[in-house]
């Protein structure tokens, strides 16, 4: 598994790759040549007009694969004109305006005075001790954060990401009785009435001997009982309110709300997520998914919100075993009569209401042996009460049904689901679906039909073969990222930024966006001076010095370019030592060119720390050339100057030493050595 990742990751010839500085180009071949006596690898791109840029390996980490949704149109730009440069700064100052926007909202949320929750050690832990499960690393580590957070006085706004099943809603009990002992209301916010019902059930069994009360709120409470609901929760007789998104009308006025809980984010629009922003600015929010969609999970990523992960799986569950076929009444017969033989029940997923009576009829007359019913989110909600009911009590076979059970709908007997035009749903859709089959010790079994598998489009095809690929348990974070790279990051803020990734690659619509939202949280002290200072500042080294990864010694070029990237992208020392270990068990005893290849980077990562923008050396002359933002201990090296007048000479953001080395090693330890004597004076 681990070979496959990487030979994706690896550039491949012909391949479309995009340089910060330069643009679009085409990736030809890497090569080595010789200047004045000394060996460097280049990375070689062809541009438009077939002109050819070498790069030196030590700067990979300016270069990356072009990816959008389609290349096949994609024209390669010209070197030597200013249009790449010009076009970089209309597409950052629109994504700077995007980010403006993303950042004021943490920075308002930020800005405002939450809630200082207190933690009474004996109550949390007597709480505790009633779940009746093993609570995983992951579980308590996520939790912890969700309490640190919870302590803070700026509000919380926090995702938990984990598969279902893994004990996301157990966490978000724990938060819930932390906000009930510090005497505040919690919202539950569900997407549909049937989950709401679910965890009214979970809450009310899990709370039953405490005094707190507990109901529900959705479209299908009486206009009787919604008056008494809206009345107790002014008075503050309501302390948990379940419910879909009547929870977020105005109308509802909380006496002492505290803490919001959404659970599957992904199944609310921008619409309602606007109305939280807005309802909600003060209190403490956490947020529930087991694949959190591009958006969310960007915004994570980036660091606009907090993000806590479950990755560890209940034990014993097995992985779901995943096929794609070709929609045919055999397969469909010869799979629902193997799960009926093992006295098991499955779904069958159709998503078209109108339909789906006729379905009904199909599959009775395709197995007259099944007892079928139907459910989807039209019906009203006693009757879709009684049908998962008499599922959950194993009082027919088959459920016919909609999206409608993508949430946390828990029967542990249904272990095979068949999804009918599955090249409709998006990667983590599928994922979530698929969720609902495989919760208890049985082999699980899902099945993805398709009319035509060769006639469905390229994203349709690669979303199955990856949801197909990854059926590891705790996969929904990967099949995210994937959901990610495949729509692109895309409306962040309900605006349209596909054509700006097009423009100039998703990779670097990433860098522009994380460096735009750093300078403004700069601007508003969102964030320490070090993270923008160190945030992808390229430092240019010019020593002159034979840095490679030799043919003879990494025959395969393709190996070598990861390393070389590898190498390039490393921002510490740790992780670059690890490389370092990684490729003398592989590869034998490092070659000395390769030795000063990792000093060389070594000094890179240095200068970044102490804020060096360049470091030459000619024939006996060394200078350093720092950025204004930088940690010189002056008065440090006046001392070491005035000792050794005759060797230095200062500027104001230059140093100059002059001295002949006997060879590259003797220099690229000197600069290392005096870089780390200046980290060390100024700690």
Same mark, same amino acid.
């Given at each position: 598994?681990?070979?496959?990742?990487?030979?994706?990751?690896?550039?491949?010839?012909?391949?479309?790759?995009?340089?910060?500085?330069?643009?679009?180009?085409?990736?030809?071949?890497?090569?080595?040549?010789?200047?004045?006596?000394?060996?460097?690898?280049?990375? %070689?791109?062809?541009?438009?007009?077939?002109?050819?840029?070498?790069?030196?390996? !030590?700067?990979?980490?300016?270069? &990356?694969?072009?990816?959008?949704?389609?290349?096949? *149109?994609?024209?390669?730009?010209?070197?030597?004109?200013?249009?790449?440069?010009?076009?970089?700064?209309?597409?950052?100052?629109?994504?700077?305006?995007?980010?403006?926007?993303?950042?004021?909202?943490?920075?308002?949320?930020?800005?405002?005075?939450?809630?200082?929750?207190?933690?009474?050690?004996?109550?949390?832990?007597?709480?505790?001790?009633? #779940?009746?499960?093993?609570?995983?690393?992951?579980?308590? =580590?996520?939790?912890?954060?969700?309490?640190?957070?919870?302590?803070?006085?700026?509000?919380?706004?926090?995702?938990?990401?984990?598969?279902?099943?893994?004990?996301?809603?157990?966490?978000?009990?724990?938060?819930?009785?932390?906000? $009930?002992?510090?005497?505040?209301?919690?919202?539950?916010?569900?997407?549909?009435?049937?989950?709401?019902?679910?965890?009214?059930?979970?809450?009310?069994?899990?709370?039953?001997?405490?005094?707190?009360?507990?109901?529900?709120?959705?479209?299908?409470?009486?206009?009787?009982?919604?008056?008494?609901?809206?009345?107790?929760?002014?008075?503050?007789?309501?302390? @948990?309110?379940?419910?879909?998104?009547?929870?977020?009308?105005?109308?509802?006025?909380?006496?002492?709300?505290?803490?919001?809980?959404?659970? +599957?984010?992904?199944?609310?629009?921008? /619409?309602?997520? +606007?109305? @939280?922003?807005?309802?909600?600015?003060?209190?403490?929010?956490?947020?529930? !998914?087991?694949?959190?969609?591009?958006?969310?999970?960007?915004?994570?990523?980036?660091?606009?919100?907090?993000?806590?992960?479950i990755s560890t799986p209940p034990k014993k569950r097995l992985k779901i075993k995943t096929f794609i076929k070709n929609f045919h009444p055999k397969i469909i017969r010869k799979v629902i009569l193997r799960e009926l033989k093992r006295?098991?029940?499955?779904?069958?997923?159709?998503?078209?209401?109108?339909?789906?009576?006729?379905?009904?009829?199909?599959?009775?007359?395709?197995?007259?042996?099944?007892?079928?019913?139907?459910?989807?989110?039209?019906?009203?909600?006693?009757?879709?009460? *009684?049908?998962?009911?008499?599922?959950?009590?194993?009082?027919?076979?088959?459920?016919?049904?909609? !999206?409608?059970?993508?949430? +946390?709908?828990?029967?542990? =007997?249904?272990?095979?689901?068949?999804?009918?035009?599955?090249?409709?749903?998006?990667?983590?859709?599928?994922?979530?679906?698929?969720?609902?089959?495989?919760?208890?010790?049985?082999?699980?079994?899902?099945?993805?039909?398709?009319?035509?598998?060769?006639?469905? &489009?390229?994203?349709?095809?690669?979303?199955?073969?990856?949801? *197909?690929?990854?059926?590891? $348990?705790?996969?929904?974070? @990967?099949?995210?990222?994937?959901?990610?790279?495949?729509?692109? %990051?895309?409306?962040?803020?309900?605006?349209?930024?596909?054509?700006?990734?097009?423009?100039?690659? /998703?990779?670097?619509?990433?860098?522009?966006?994380?460096?735009?939202?750093?300078?403004?949280?700069?601007?508003?002290?969102?964030?320490?001076?070090?993270?923008?200072?160190?945030?992808?500042?390229?430092?240019?080294?010019?020593?002159? %010095?034979?840095?490679?990864?030799?043919?003879?010694?990494?025959?395969?070029?393709?190996?070598?370019?990861?390393?070389?990237?590898?190498?390039?992208? %490393?921002?510490?020392?740790?992780?670059?030592?690890?490389?370092?270990?990684?490729?003398?068990?592989?590869?034998?005893?490092?070659?000395?060119?390769?030795?000063?290849?990792?000093?060389?980077?070594?000094?890179?990562?240095?200068?970044?720390?102490?804020?060096?923008?360049?470091?030459?050396?000619?024939?006996?002359?060394? #200078?350093? @050339?720092?950025?204004?933002?930088?940690?010189?201990?002056?008065?440090?090296?006046?001392?070491?100057?005035?000792?050794?007048?005759?060797?230095?000479?200062?500027?104001?953001?230059?140093?100059?030493?002059?001295?002949?080395?006997?060879?590259?090693?003797?220099?690229?330890?000197?600069?290392?050595?005096?870089?780390?004597?200046?980290?060390?004076?100024?700690?």
């Open positions: 598994m681990k070979k496959k990742n990487t030979k994706k990751k690896t550039f491949q010839k012909n391949q479309l790759v995009i340089h910060t500085q330069y643009g679009i180009g085409r990736y030809i071949d890497l090569c080595t040549l010789k200047n004045k006596g000394k060996l460097t690898d280049y990375f %070689v791109i062809m541009y438009a007009n077939k002109v050819k840029l070498y790069v030196p390996i !030590t700067s990979l980490n300016l270069i &990356n694969i072009y990816k959008t949704s389609n290349t096949s *149109k994609i024209s390669l730009n010209t070197l030597g004109t200013k249009t790449w440069l010009e076009t970089c700064k209309k597409v950052k100052k629109k994504i700077y305006d995007a980010a403006v926007e993303l950042i004021d909202i943490k920075a308002h949320r930020y800005c405002r005075k939450g809630f200082s929750f207190k933690k009474n050690i004996l109550k949390y832990k007597n709480f505790c001790n009633k #779940c009746l499960y093993h609570i995983t690393l992951d579980q308590k =580590n996520s939790i912890k954060e969700i309490i640190q957070d919870m302590k803070k006085s700026v509000p919380m706004d926090r995702l938990l990401c984990g598969d279902v099943g893994f004990g996301k809603t157990e966490i978000a009990m724990r938060a819930t009785f932390i906000a $009930l002992d510090n005497k505040k209301q919690v919202a539950i916010l569900v997407p549909t009435t049937l989950l709401a019902q679910q965890h009214y059930n979970t809450f009310k069994n899990r709370f039953s001997e405490y005094k707190y009360k507990i109901n529900v709120y959705s479209r299908f409470t009486s206009s009787k009982k919604e008056k008494i609901i809206k009345k107790k929760i002014k008075n503050g007789k309501i302390n @948990i309110l379940i419910g879909t998104h009547k929870i977020l009308s105005k109308y509802l006025i909380w006496k002492n709300l505290g803490l919001l809980i959404i659970d +599957e984010e992904h199944r609310f629009g921008v /619409f309602h997520k +606007e109305k @939280i922003k807005k309802l909600y600015i003060n209190i403490d929010i956490l947020t529930l !998914t087991a694949t959190p969609i591009p958006r969310t999970l960007n915004m994570s990523i980036l660091g606009i919100k907090d993000l806590s992960i006295k098991g029940q499955v779904y069958y997923l159709f998503n078209r209401v109108k339909n789906i009576e006729e379905k009904k009829k199909y599959l009775l007359y395709l197995i007259p042996e099944a007892r079928i019913e139907i459910s989807h989110g039209k019906m009203n909600s006693k009757d879709l009460y *009684k049908i998962m009911y008499d599922f959950f009590n194993k009082k027919f076979d088959i459920l016919i049904c909609t !999206t409608i059970i993508d949430t +946390e709908i828990n029967i542990s =007997n249904v272990n095979t689901m068949i999804i009918e035009n599955a090249d409709k749903f998006g990667l983590s859709q599928l994922h979530q679906l698929r969720g609902r089959i495989g919760r208890s010790k049985r082999q699980a079994y899902a099945f993805f039909l398709i009319p035509n598998l060769n006639k469905i &489009n390229k994203k349709a095809k690669k979303r199955l073969n990856i949801i *197909k690929n990854y059926t590891d $348990l705790g996969s929904g974070l @990967i099949l995210s990222k994937h959901d990610l790279e495949i729509r692109g %990051v895309g409306e962040l803020l309900g605006t349209n930024q596909s054509g700006h990734i097009k423009t100039i690659g /998703f990779k670097l619509y990433k860098k522009f966006l994380k460096e735009s939202i750093l300078k403004i949280k700069q601007k508003k002290n969102l964030q320490t001076i070090n993270e923008i200072k160190n945030f992808n500042q390229n430092i240019d080294i010019q020593l002159n %010095v034979s840095a490679i990864l030799p043919n003879n010694y990494i025959k395969d070029i393709n190996i070598r370019l990861m390393y070389y990237k590898k190498i390039s992208s %490393v921002k510490k020392n740790k992780k670059l030592k690890k490389i370092k270990h990684a490729m003398f068990n592989i590869f034998g005893k490092l070659p000395k060119y390769t030795k000063n290849l990792f000093l060389l980077t070594q000094i890179k990562i240095l200068s970044k720390k102490i804020g060096i923008k360049k470091i030459f050396f000619h024939i006996k002359k060394i #200078c350093l @050339i720092f950025s204004k933002k930088n940690i010189l201990n002056i008065q440090w090296l006046y001392k070491k100057i005035i000792r050794n007048l005759f060797y230095w000479k200062i500027l104001k953001y230059k140093i100059y030493y002059y001295k002949k080395f006997s060879n590259d090693k003797e220099l690229l330890y000197w600069i290392k050595n005096f870089l780390k004597k200046i980290i060390n004076k100024n700690k």
